[in-house]
């Protein structure tokens, strides 16, 4: 175990070479921003470069000491198991399949709290609008913030979005993630959809392009006042972009 001293560099080249294979796939949007694509590209590039560089100095080096008076530090179990299990995880990361954030990560995060993501001021903005049919998720999931039923009831909408069970047997949630940064900041937001016994026709993480007109909520069990009675639900194919911004 000679070049253990390396795992660490050898982790960053196997760390930067998958997030540049990301950006190759074109799937680097799963997991940040887009604005941020250009930036954690280069960065990736100049990671596996320095961690190239250092593994090839290391490698001079030790070929200009004599063995026998090698100073290095000899590597205990742990820490040869430590190092080899970075490289393991790096490793897994640069054959991983990207995949978007689940169903199951946007209850666990709160689907249901229908987080304000838009000031009040957007959110008249967005009432105001003369069309809206062309308001997605994420302006509904603002409107239903912000506004009573009495604002809301009788409108239509058309949104686009992936199956979330919150637990309501007629109730589920058309849902989508508002990213900032990374998917590690990503909250979901969503619209209630009244669709009594749904669970016999949607799985949860399909998606769903659903239109249909606000309704004050018939289910006396749920905690929502507002939701969405479809007229028509058509399964879909994940969008390129699973997430909104």
Known sequence: MRYVEYCGAIAMALLCAGIIRLGMLGKLHLYIHPRYTIFTLVMAGVGLIVSLVSMMAGCRLRQTIKPAVYTGIRPTTMRVATALLLVMACAGFLFVQPATLSSRTAVSR????????????????????????????????????????????????????????????????????????????????????????????????????????????????????????????????????????
């Open 110 to 245: 709160g689907i249901d709290r229908n987080p304000t993501l838009t000031d009040v001021s957007v959110s008249q903005a967005l009432f105001d609008t003369a069309d809206y049919s062309q308001l997605g998720i994420k302006d509904w999931s603002s409107l239903l913030a912000h506004y009573d039923a009495n604002f809301i009831v009788g409108k239509t909408a058309s949104i686009t979005g992936f199956v979330a069970d919150n637990g309501n047997a007629n109730i589920f949630f058309a849902s989508r993630f508002f990213v900032t940064c990374c998917v590690v900041d990503a909250q979901p937001i969503g619209v209630p959809v009244y669709a009594p016994d749904w669970r016999h026709r949607y799985a949860p993480n399909s998606w769903l392009e659903i239109t249909g007109e606000f309704i004050e909520n018939p289910d006396a069990d749920s905690l929502h006042k507002i939701v969405l009675k479809p007229s028509r639900i058509q399964s879909v194919t994940p969008p390129r972009e699973p997430y909104v911004y």
